[in-house]
């Protein structure tokens, strides 16, 4: 059912449709209504106003009604498929209406509550990296030759390697590696010692024994 909102026009009476953006539910005599802010009427003669997508909202300083357009999506939110979705971790979105920014390579979004609204992204620590997008200080991953400590990248003990960033392994006896190793193949037989070809293992040179 249609409403019309009632003009007198010299002696005669008129009823026009109400213009997109207002409304009129009761059968009165009376104006059409502006839709309130946070819906929307699409066409003329509307009954009543649609209501803007879940985590949007019109500007204060918008006054159009008249279509979904106008609704942008909140700070933290952004459109994707028509709806309004939380910006995921590791990005963030100030101002409503905006698509979500990622943390740039080389920094990570701390943990906090959803949504993000704020750019808190920082950089990650001294010898580390990360990915575009990272959340959370744990995905700042140390360059190689350096180790995970805590919250800290250090670099690799001389004569020891380590494969994972997170533990140092002793390199075999009679071998050695410099600082910074990341393979058991950086550690090297020590002086008057070669590599076993069969068991990978240094062991004393010939000479040497026979100096002995």
């Known amino acids: 059912m249609q409403q019309w ?12 449709g109400c213009q997109t953006g207002t409304f009129k539910s009761a059968v009165v005599n009376s104006v059409c209504a502006v839709c309130e802010r946070g819906s ?10 649609q ?7 019109q500007m204060l300083t918008d ?16 459109l ?7 910006s995921p971790k590791g990005s963030f979105n100030p101002n409503p209406g905006q698509p979500c920014a990622q943390c740039s390579v080389g920094h990570y979004y701390p943990e906090s509550s959803a949504p993000f609204t ?3 992204c920082v950089l990650c620590p001294l010898d580390s990296g990360s990915f575009a997008g990272s959340y959370g200080i744990g995905a700042c991953i140390c360059v190689l030759g350096f180790m995970c400590v805590g919250e800290e990248c250090r670099q690799y003990t001389a004569r020891y390697y380590c494969e994972n960033q997170h533990s140092e392994i002793l390199c075999p006896i009679f071998s050695t590696s410099t600082s910074g190793s990341n393979q058991k193949s950086d550690c090297k037989c020590m002086t008057g010692y070669f590599l076993n070809p069969t068991s990978l293992a240094c062991i004393v040179s ?3 024994l026979l100096s002995g």
């Not at 209501?51 to 909202?57: G, H, L, M, Y």
């Open 5 to 16: 909102l009632w003009v007198r026009e010299h002696t005669t009476t008129t009823c026009i």
């Open 40 to 49: 929307f009427a699409t066409g003329t003669s509307s009954l009543q106003c």
């Open 51 to 57: 209501s803007c997508p879940a985590n949007s909202q």
């Open 63 to 78: 006054p159009t009604r008249t279509s979904a357009d106008n609704c942008l999506c909140l700070a933290g939110y952004s």
């Open 80 to 86: 994707a498929g028509g709806s309004c979705t939380m």
């Open 118 to 120: 704020t750019d808190l």
């Open 206 to 208: 010939i000479p040497l």
